[in-house]
């Protein structure tokens, strides 16, 4: 049972790139899946969710117009699409879930796979 995200990577500001949350082991689309960030010596932020039960999703102030995103349950995918990069979006990110099918209190989920490095910087 995993979770593994990619897409990660060196940007401009004001560049886009698309994170992908695999999930193998287990039946990604009954599901919610967050995304959640760390820079260094900060804590970790909940980024955006997407519950499996409805398909809403919840984004943070910080990122709310800038970033999107959605599931391929066919490819037990999760994608953040990333448009409009600060170089405060610079940390880690990582999908996770709690094994629930929403959202609700999504900021505890603690099932969480390896980080994938996003830096924006001029």
């Known amino acids: 049972v995993q979770l593994q995200a990619s897409g990660g990577g060196s940007v401009q500001p004001g560049g886009s790139l698309r994170l992908s949350c695999a999930a193998s082991?287990?039946?990604?689309?009954?599901?919610?899946i967050g995304w959640f960030r760390q820079a260094p010596g900060k804590e970790r932020e909940g980024v955006s969710c997407?519950?499996?039960?409805?398909?809403?999703?919840y984004y943070a102030d910080s990122v709310k117009g800038r970033f999107t995103i959605s599931r391929d349950n066919a490819k037990f995918t999760v994608y953040l699409q990333m448009n409009g990069l600060k170089p405060e979006d610079t940390a880690v990110y990582y999908c996770?879930?709690?094994?629930?099918?929403?959202?609700?209190?999504?900021?505890?989920?603690?099932?969480r796979g390896k980080g994938t490095l996003v830096t924006v910087s001029s």
């Open positions: 082991g287990f039946a990604l689309d009954n599901y919610a």
């Open positions: 996770a879930t709690r094994w629930r099918s929403s959202c609700i209190g999504w900021n505890d989920m603690n099932f």
């Open positions: 997407i519950s499996s039960s409805d398909g809403r999703t």
